[in-house]
């Protein structure tokens, strides 16, 4: 597959990021889909890619202080995504179908939600590349615009699919509340934010995650 960022015609850039983050999320959303009722085998899908990029993909692109905090930033999307469907699940607002054994929550879904930072990140920053002059503000809308579409696409899939239904959340497009969308966008927006914040705390040169 050709290197994205060999191209240098900014427009086209842009064009084939969107198409290619697109088209990833139509593929992993059907993946999901079929095998939804196998969540073991989804599971270990999702700590192999997990550990392929920690062992070989991430150090191969990535300097030492991005990837550390693309670390933490995996670390604390799979808790906070993991405390939001225990809550979302125990108050009814949406469950997941096709579990075995009578369980409620998929094996697979920490390891996604860890993934979920990984591919909004890579998103994120291959935007970030397209603006002139960078400033925190435009990082912030860039990222509030990319967790609130992208991660929306490969739901309209999965819940289409039967992997889960949402309940009681208001207004929704294509089985997606426009309220999950808009907590979605403020909750990565915000792991965003505090790991800016890390980085200048802790003086951490980076060049994604810098006021």
Known sequence: MFALEKIENPNLYGLLVTLRATVLLLISGTVIGLLHQWDLVLAVICMVRIGYFVFVNGPKYLDANTLKIVYLGMGIT????????????????????DLSGGRVYPLWLPFMWALSFLFLF???S??????????YFQKLLVTAFVSMVFPTIG??????LGVWTYYDMGPQLWGVPYLAMFLLMILHTTIFTFLCYWCK??????????F
Do not use: M, P
């Not at 739901?155 to 289409?160: D, G, L, P, R, S």
């Not at 705390?201 to 810098?210: D, H, N, Q, S």
């Open 78 to 97: 799979c808790v906070s995504g993991v405390l939001t469907e225990a809550l979302g699940i125990y108050f009814d607002f949406w469950n997941y179908h």
């Open 122 to 124: 890579r998103i994120e």
């Open 126 to 135: 291959r935007y970030i590349r397209l603006l002139s002059q960078v400033t």
């Open 155 to 160: 739901e309209f899939v999965t819940i289409n």
């Open 201 to 210: 705390i802790k003086k951490i040169e980076t060049a994604i995650f810098k």
